[in-house]
C-alpha cells in the first residue's frame, strides 16, 4: 500500500503531552520521518529513521513505531511547537517517498 | 551554514516546460542525495524526485514521470529539475531538499530545505 493517513488535527494542552499518529502498512517495513513545517515556511526535519533527533531539535521530540502505526510524541508542547506535522515512509511497492497528509497541531 | 536556494519558477502556460535549479552551499555537495518536494497552495508535501549524490540513481514520483527529469551538477554544486508537459495540478512551490546521511542510496530524510520557488501553471 502506498497510504500514510494521520489525523488532520490534533489539540494540545500548553505543557501537556500529544501524540500524533500516523499508519500505513510500509510502515511495518520502513522507517518513519517526521517534518514540522510552520505556516509559511519550509519544511523542517524532527525526527528520523523512526526515533532519532538532528541535532538542535529539543528532546521533547521523540518517535515510536508499533506494529504498522509510527508515532511522534510531544512530552510538554510549547506554543512554539504549534505547526503542521507530516510523517513520510518508503512505498513497498516502488522504492519512492510517500508523505501523510499532515496534521495541524494546535498549542492551546 | 547549509544553503539551499532554489530558481526559475514563474507562470508558464499548460503544456510548456519549465527548468527549476537548486543551488548549493557550505556543505560537500557531491557526497549527498538530493530531492524534489512540491507543495501545492493549502495542500500537503509531495514528493517528486531524487537523485544519488553521484547522479546515476534517479527515482521520481508516478505523477511526474515521464515528464520531469532530475539532474545535478557536482562541479557546480547545482540541482535541476527539469518539467516538461506542465499541467495545472504541478502548480507549487518547489524545494530542493538534502540527504540527512551521505550515502549511495538515496533516502527518505531530508534535513536541510530551502525556501522553495513557485510554479504556477495557467493560461
Known amino acids: 500500500s502506498s497510504d500514510l493517513t494521520q489525523d488532520p488535527a490534533v489539540s494540545v494542552a500548553l505543557g501537556q503531552t500529544v501524540r500524533i499518529t500516523c499508519q500505513g502498512d510500509?510502515?511495518?517495513?520502513?522507517?518513519a520521518t517526521w517534518y514540522q513545517q510552520k505556516s509559511g515556511q519550509a519544511p523542517f526535519l524532527v525526527i528520523y529513521?523512526?526515533?532519532k533527533r538532528p541535532s538542535g531539535i529539543p528532546d521533547r521530540f521523540s518517535g515510536s513505531r508499533s506494529g504498522r502505526t509510527v508515532s511522534l510524541t510531544i512530552t510538554g508542547a510549547q506554543a512554539e511547537d504549534e505547526a503542521d506535522y507530516y510523517c513520510?515512509?518508503?512505498?513497498?511497492?516502488?522504492?519512492?517517498?510517500?508523505f501523510g497528509g499532515g496534521t495541524k497541531l494546535t498549542v492551546l | 551554514q547549509v544553503q539551499l536556494v532554489e530558481s526559475g519558477g514563474g507562470v508558464v502556460q499548460p503544456g510548456r516546460s519549465l527548468r527549476l535549479s537548486c543551488s548549493a552551499s557550505?556543505?560537500?555537495?557531491?557526497?549527498?542525495?538530493m530531492h524534489w518536494v512540491r507543495q501545492a497552495p493549502g495542500r500537503g508535501l509531495e514528493w517528486v524526485a531524487s537523485v544519488s549524490y553521484g547522479g546515476d540513481g534517479k527515482l521520481y514520483a508516478a505523477s511526474v514521470k515521464g515528464r520531469f527529469t532530475v539532474s545535478r551538477d557536482n562541479s557546480k554544486n547545482t540541482l535541476h529539475l527539469r518539467m516538461t508537459s506542465l499541467r495545472s495540478d504541478d502548480t507549487a512551490m518547489y524545494y530542493c531538499?538534502?540527504?540527512?546521511?551521505?550515502?549511495?542510496?538515496?533516502?527518505?530524510?531530508?534535513?536541510?530545505w530551502g525556501q522553495g520557488t513557485l510554479v504556477t501553471v495557467a493560461s
Open positions: 529513521d523512526g526515533s
Open positions: 531538499a538534502k540527504d540527512v546521511v551521505t550515502a549511495p542510496e538515496m533516502g527518505i530524510s531530508f534535513d536541510r
Open positions: 513520510t515512509s518508503r512505498d513497498t511497492s516502488d522504492n519512492s517517498v510517500i
Open positions: 557550505g556543505f560537500t555537495f557531491k557526497n549527498y542525495a
Open positions: 510500509s510502515l511495518r517495513t520502513f522507517y
